[in-house]
């Protein structure tokens, strides 16, 4: 069974930072693509960014590309989210998700951690 766990969420201010991670257990570890949704109330889970099993670049939409950086640490079975210039838009509960394989759609992810909330002030 594969469990994930957030941290890092918090309150920041509007053009801030925050780091979040995901801690992994489970076997395979570098054979799982990791992905980073978030949600907010009244709205669908959104696909936000993912990584594949062995790293290399991740894929993100479009309203994070170049402010958000997801990466991977196989030897600490451990995720991340780098969040910078972030924008009150980008509050939400964001959770870290895992599946098999090597696709980069949105779907089909298996695992999925209990969430952390961010929340961005104007």
């Known amino acids: 069974q594969v469990q994930l766990v957030e941290s890092g969420g918090g309150l920041v201010q509007a053009g801030g930072s925050l780091r979040l991670s995901c801690a992994v257990s489970g076997r395979a570890f570098s054979t799982y693509v990791l992905g980073w949704f978030r949600q907010t109330p009244g709205k669908e889970r959104e696909f936000v960014a993912a990584?594949?099993?062995?790293?290399?670049?991740?894929y993100y939409v479009d309203s994070v590309r170049g402010r958000f950086t997801v990466s991977r640490e196989n030897a600490e079975n451990t995720v991340y989210l780098q969040m910078n210039s972030l924008k009150p838009e980008d509050t939400a509960v964001y959770y870290c998700?895992?599946?098999?394989?090597?696709?980069?759609?949105?779907?089909?992810?298996?695992?999925w951690g209990q969430g952390t909330q961010v929340t961005v002030s104007s």
């Open positions: 990584i594949s099993g062995y790293g290399g670049s991740g």
């Open positions: 998700a895992a599946k098999y394989g090597n696709s980069r759609s949105p779907l089909g992810y298996d695992y």
